[in-house]
Structures are given as C-alpha cells and as structure tokens.
C-alpha cells in the first residue's frame, strides 16, 4: 500500500480491518501521509496480529518519540516483527 495517501482517515478504515486479520505477515505503509494519529490507529489494530512479520512506516510524519511507541506497541504482540520507521 506504499505511497497511496491513505492519511489519517485512510488509517482508520484499514484499522477495522486489520483487527480482523490474524493471516497478514507484512505491511507496507511507506510514505501514506498517516501521522501519529494515524500510526496508533494501526499499531492498536495490529496488536493481536502474532503472524505479522514485517511493517514500514517510513515517510509518515510521525517523528521519533512516535515511532518508539508505534514500535514498541507493534514489539508487544508480535515480538519478531521487524519495524521500519
């Protein structure tokens, strides 16, 4: 979904969806204009996802302090998911 400006509403949608999924292994949302709000949307949907081994965030204005939380959120629940931020 790289570079598809699904911004902060876009996030939202894909969250609800994304709490139903339990299959997905990797997520790309590079460069989606999400923001933190955004971000949390889908670290907080992700967090039963065991499967999830991979998710870009890069490009997503969320800034640093944001991603160690996203990150760490992400960690949680899938603790060998591999995080680009």
Known sequence: LRGNAVGM?????????????????SLNLQENSLGMDGAIFIAT???????L???????????????KVISDAIKASAPSCVVDI
Request: proline share 0%; charged share 20%; glycine share 16%.
């Open 9 to 25: 509403k876009g996030a939202k949608a894909l969250a609800n969806s994304l709490k139903c999924n339990r299959s997905l292994k």
């Open 45 to 51: 949907a992700l967090k039963g996802n065991h499967q």
């Open 53 to 67: 081994a991979y998710i870009n965030l890069q490009g997503n204005g969320i800034g640093e302090s944001g991603a």
